[in-house]
């Protein structure tokens, strides 16, 4: 087994790791708490591109989280960036909601329907047959056709609601091209992130619900992952997957002991605090001094 490294930088999904329905789970304040104290550069990402990163804030803060607005990445931030990077004043067509239209009119693009450099499709609440025949055929004239995630689906309380990824599997049948996806679980989300922290892969771990995007995107990314059981996947679905994760843990509260080291100290990210292993085996969680603890890491 590799070496455990050194965690110094964090990023994080937010649903299901730290969030679900709009409640906290256990030990996300305290973790968020220990970040935001100790200056450890982190960010929290989400496919979501419907909100801002602001709204994205406020709705953590009614969840008793504090996140601040910077430290925030969305699918349609991150897709706002790579297409700036693509053009310089480029132009689009947006089919989305104000957190895809704020990101792209911030990152320097003009809002078109006269032959745009791009299509980008996001995540709406009204999916519109108009908007969506005009993205076909500005496609077919020669726009360049962008996503801001692949996800089908999406929650509600009446069940599940059609998303970007069912959108845009109706467009690619009506105009015979692909959609380039720029967010989860392209490891593009994840380097952009990185960027934007000034992270190195070696030194970062990716904690996620899902095995199909982040644990696949951050093991891609060459990051240090870790699947928390409070969400989506479960820890039978591990077995269904070619890849595994660095380690597996109920929830981010079994983090806190190796995020509440004193500001300038590298952070762990092994199994020494009663965490899982890759294979789902219980970890050591007998008290030891600290000298202790630094011994048996190097045995490992």
């Known amino acids: 087994m590799a070496e455990t490294p050194e965690i110094e930088c964090w990023l994080t999904d937010m649903d299901g790791v730290l969030v679900r329905e709009n409640e906290a789970l256990p030990g996300a304040a305290e973790l968020l708490e220990q970040w935001n104290r100790d200056e450890t ?27 601040p607005e910077d430290r925030i990445w969305t699918s349609a931030l991150a897709t706002a960036q790579f297409l700036a990077d693509q053009v310089d004043g480029g ?24 032959s745009p450099d791009f299509v980008v499709v996001g995540e709406t609440h009204n999916y519109s047959f108009e908007a969506i025949t005009k993205a076909i055929r500005l496609i077919r004239g020669g726009a360049r056709f962008i996503a ?76 240090y992952t870790i699947l928390v059981l409070s969400g989506i996947s479960e820890r039978e679905d591990v077995l269904a997957y070619p890849f595994r994760p660095n380690r597996i843990i109920d929830g981010v509260s079994e983090l806190l002991d190796h995020s509440a080291s004193g500001h300038g100290e590298k952070q762990a990210g092994g199994k020494g605090d009663g965490g899982r292993d890759e294979d789902g085996k219980a970890g050591d969680s007998k008290d030891k001094d600290q000298g202790e603890d630094t011994e048996d890491a190097k045995s490992r």
Do not use: C, Q, W
Not at 43 to 67: E, F, P, Q
Not at 92 to 110: D, N
């Open 41 to 67: 550069p982190y960010l929290v990402l989400t496919n979501n591109s419907i909100y801002t990163a602001r709204d994205l804030a406020a709705r953590l803060r009614r969840s008793g989280l504090n996140v």
């Open 91 to 114: 132009s689009a067509y947006v089919v989305g909601e104000v957190g895809l239209t704020t990101a792209m009119h911030e990152a320097g693009f003009i809002m078109t329907e006269a």
């Open 148 to 223: 801001t995630n692949p996800d089908a689906t999406g929650p509600s309380p009446e069940g599940v609601l059609p998303a970007t990824g069912a959108i845009t599997a109706l467009i690619t049948k009506a105009t015979g091209r692909e959609p380039y996806v720029v967010g989860k679980p392209n490891p593009m989300m994840f380097r952009s992130a990185l960027n934007r922290i000034g992270a190195h892969s070696k030194t970062t771990a990716m904690i996620g619900d899902r095995m199909d995007t982040d644990i696949v995107a951050g093991m891609e990314g060459g990051l």
